[in-house]
């Protein structure tokens, strides 16, 4: 998924699950800066004072650079969580290893995730472990049956579109993106050799892999029932319960974000980004009228608020200024969470799946 959903409309899940403007924005925010959180290391202060930050994401999402997309503590904590084959922990799916990575919409594996997200809902830097959380959870549907390492499971070797007819245009993207690699040459991390067409809310495609799987996808759907099982996700967590029977979106505003992943049909994410936004302003979903913004790096962004730089880079020997409400920035926040969320997934959760990853 892309910044429309991942910010517009997890803003929009929100409120509808009872959060104030607010607390929706931080979770909207945080939920989309894990695409672009793309610097790590040590933040050295003039004070003497350090901070350690990690990268949820790479410099650049170019599948042509497969060192920097193996890297195994970005990619499947953040954007290709294990689904286990939907299997609870202690049972394994068939087949070989790689069949536990693949990611699942709403697995058993997900719903652990939730679960320690709520347990850290007393934490300063709860709502923004919620934002990443959200990222996480509704990545899964876009990636469902892709998996967050280089492996042939992602190979694709046929794409049809929503008539049955082979992806033509799809393919002369994919050829011109790489240039003059031959097909087997392009990585196949993640659904590196479909660009970015599981992302794109309004797609409607099939696709069959290496291994000989063959998925069905209609995005509009799938994501709908994303938004749906998140808006779950979001009342429990105000609740404090991850059992707690809750419902999902109401029908009328299932119906409007139904036309909307249709309607804004633009290829490019900012574009759709736009008009979500647009249509968030003009109180389109009901949920009062409100002028959102989304700056990921630069004056008015979260980094720029906490450590007063509007880079979108930092080097080594930068040294930053120092003031005591770095402390409780969201930026900050953002990173507390962020290394807390890893550390969940990865040394904590994934194992009892028999999942080793690190």
């Known amino acids: 998924m892309q910044i429309d959903f991942h910010h517009a409309v997890t803003w929009v899940v929100a409120r509808a699950a009872g959060f104030n403007e607010q607390d929706a924005e931080i979770i909207a925010y945080a939920c989309q800066y894990v695409s672009d959180a793309t610097n790590e ?31 195994s503590e970005a990619w499947i904590p953040f954007h290709f969580l294990p689904g286990n084959g939907g299997l609870p922990a202690g049972q394994d799916p068939d087949g070989s290893f790689i069949r536990k990575l693949v990611c699942q919409p709403n697995s058993y594996v997900a719903r652990d995730m939730v679960r320690e997200c709520i347990q850290d809902k007393g934490q300063p830097y709860g709502l923004h472990r919620l934002g990443i959380t959200s990222h996480v959870f509704t990545d899964a549907w876009a990636h469902h049956g892709f998996a967050g390492v280089h492996h042939v499971i992602n190979q694709v070797t046929q794409v049809y579109d929503a008539q049955d007819r082979p ?43 290496k291994l000989g ?17 998140l808006c779950k996700v979001f009342k429990q967590y105000r609740l404090g319960d991850v059992n707690a029977e809750v419902s999902g979106l109401d029908e009328q505003l299932k119906n409007q974000l139904t036309r909307c992943f249709i309607e804004f049909n633009d290829p490019e994410g900012e574009a759709r980004h736009q008009r979500w936004l647009a249509a968030i302003e003009q109180d389109q979903f009901g949920l009062g009228a409100a002028k959102l913004t989304y700056i990921a790096k630069g004056m008015g962004s979260w980094k720029q608020q906490a450590i007063f730089t509007e880079q979108s880079e930092d080097l080594v020997y930068d040294v930053f200024e120092y003031t005591d409400g770095f402390l409780t920035s969201n930026w900050k926040y953002f990173h507390d969470a962020a290394k807390r969320h890893r550390l969940s997934v990865i040394y904590e959760i994934l194992p009892r799946y028999g999942i080793c990853v690190a």
């Not at 290391?41 to 193996?70: C, P, W």
């Open 41 to 71: 290391g040590v933040i050295k202060f003039h004070t003497g004072s350090q901070y350690r930050r990690i990268a949820t994401a790479h410099k650049m999402l170019d599948y042509r650079n497969l060192k920097s997309l193996e890297s």
């Open 167 to 209: 992806a033509e245009e799809l393919s002369l993207r994919v050829a011109d993106y790489f240039a003059d690699a031959a097909r087997d040459e392009i990585p196949y991390l993640g659904h590196g050799q479909l660009l970015s067409i599981p992302d794109l809310p309004y797609e409607k495609w099939t696709f069959t892999n």
């Open 213 to 229: 799987d063959t998925l069905v996808r209609n995005n509009p759907l799938d994501f709908l029932q994303a938004a749906d099982e």
